[in-house]
C-alpha cells in the first residue's frame, strides 16, 4: 500500500475519509445529506436547491469592494493593463503545454497574498462550507485567481487541441462519473466582478445533476466517466448569473465548465476557492500546506499548479497573515485546540 492508498480520517464528528484532501469517501452522499447543525447561510430552501441540482449562489460572500481590490491585484500581478487590451495579448515564452494552456484559460500564478487569504478566512465563506458539509473542522484550498480575457489572439482557445475523450473545459465531471461509489467534492469560485452574457464563466448541467442515476443507466459499458454526452434540449446547460463578491458553490458530481469569452472587451475575474473537512492526521500534507503559506511555495495538492514563470509571488510580498480561523483553515493550528506535536506524540505512543 502507498500512502495514496492510506484513507485518513477527517478531524470531525461525521466520518468523511480521504487521502489527498481532495475527495472523500463518505457513509453518506452530501446530496442525500440530512443536516445535524443549524444552517448558517443558506435557507432551507437554498439547501433543498442544493442537493436537488448541484450548486449554490451565495451572495455577497465577500464585500464587492473587496472583490474589486482582488481583480485589481490580479491585473498587476500578470503586468496587464485593464485600459490597454494589446498588453493581455502579448507574445511569451511557455515552461510547457501545459503552460500554454494556462494562459489561455487565465490562471494568475499567485496562492498566497494577504487578499487571497482576506477571502479564505471570511466568516460568510467559511459558513457556507459548513452549511454544505454539516461540519466544522474544515481546511482551504490553497488556489489561485482567473482573470480571463475575450479568446482571441493568444488566447484562442482552438490553439488547444481537442480531444474526443477526457477533460473538455466546456463540460467535464472533476470525478469519475463511472465509479459504483461516487467521490464527495465541494467546489467553488468567488466572482471578482459582475458577469455578463457574453462574457463567458461557469456553465453547469444541473438537470443531468438531478437525474443522474436515471440518465447513466441508459448510458454504454465504455462511457467516458469525465465528458458527459447528452441532449441539450432534454438537459440544458446553464451560467448562473454573479455579481461581484458572491461565492458559487458546487457538487463534485456536476457536470460543469467554462463557456468561452466572446466578449470585444470584457473579462471573466474569479477567485477559486474550496474548503473540505479537515486531514489533520495526514501530518505530511499539513506541513505541506503550513509550508507553503510560510514560505509562499507553489502548492503540491495539483499538478496544474505552476507558479508564476517570470517573478514568482515569494519575490514580491510577504507572508499574509492569518486570524484564528484562518489558521485553522491551513492547518497551522488544530481545531482541537491541542497543539500538533502533542497529538503526534499521542499517536505515537499508541
Not at 43 to 63: L, N, R
Not at 222 to 236: G, M, N, Q, V, W
Request: with cysteine; hydrophobic share 35%; aromatic share 10%.
Amino acid at each position: 500500500m502507498t500512502a495514496s492508498d492510506y484513507l485518513y480520517r477527517a478531524s470531525s464528528d461525521v466520518p468523511y475519509f480521504s487521502s489527498d484532501a481532495d475527495t472523500y469517501l463518505a457513509r453518506t452522499p452530501l446530496r442525500e445529506l440530512t443536516k445535524t447543525r443549524k444552517l448558517r447561510v443558506l435557507s432551507e430552501e437554498d439547501f433543498t436547491f442544493w442537493q436537488t441540482y448541484g450548486y449554490i449562489v451565495v451572495k455577497q460572500a465577500i464585500p464587492a469592494d473587496s472583490a474589486q481590490k482582488l481583480l485589481d491585484f490580479a491585473w498587476d500581478f500578470q503586468g496587464l493593463d485593464p485600459e490597454r487590451p494589446e498588453t493581455w495579448y502579448e507574445e511569451r515564452e511557455y515552461r510547457s503545454d501545459l503552460d500554454r494552456e494556462l494562459h489561455i484559460y487565465g490562471f494568475v500564478e499567485a496562492y498566497q497574498h494577504q487578499l487571497i487569504w482576506d477571502s479564505r478566512q471570511a466568516q460568510r465563506v467559511y459558513d457556507a462550507f459548513v452549511d454544505l458539509w454539516d461540519c466544522e473542522e474544515l481546511w482551504v484550498t490553497l488556489d489561485r485567481l482567473n482573470l480571463n480575457p475575450p479568446n482571441v489572439r493568444t488566447r484562442d482557445r482552438a490553439l488547444i487541441p481537442t480531444t474526443e475523450r477526457g477533460f473538455d473545459i466546456k463540460l467535464h465531471w472533476d470525478i469519475d462519473s463511472t465509479l459504483g461509489v461516487l467521490p464527495q467534492r465541494v467546489q467553488g469560485i468567488i466572482a471578482l466582478n459582475d458577469t455578463k452574457p457574453d462574457h463567458g464563466g461557469f456553465q453547469c448541467n444541473p438537470e443531468l445533476f438531478r437525474r443522474f442515476d436515471r440518465w447513466k443507466v441508459d448510458q454504454p459499458a465504455d462511457r467516458d466517466p469525465i465528458r458527459p454526452t447528452f441532449d441539450s434540449d432534454e438537459l440544458p446547460v446553464v451560467r448562473p448569473d454573479l455579481e461581484a463578491g458572491d461565492l458559487l458553490l458546487w457538487n463534485g458530481a456536476l457536470a460543469h465548465g467554462v463557456a468561452p469569452n466572446v466578449s470585444g472587451s470584457g473579462v471573466r475575474a474569479v477567485q477559486y476557492l474550496s474548503m473540505m473537512p479537515a486531514l489533520e492526521s495526514h501530518e505530511e500534507l499539513r506541513r505541506s500546506r503550513v509550508a507553503s503559506w510560510r514560505d509562499l511555495t507553489t502548492p503540491e495538492w495539483n499538478k496544474t499548479l505552476l507558479g508564476d514563470a517570470g517573478r514568482h509571488e515569494s519575490l514580491r510580498y510577504g507572508r499574509a497573515e492569518l486570524s484564528d480561523l484562518g489558521a485553522k483553515l491551513l492547518g497551522l493550528k488544530s481545531w482541537s485546540g491541542r497543539p500538533f506535536d502533542e497529538q503526534a506524540a499521542d499517536s505515537a505512543g499508541a
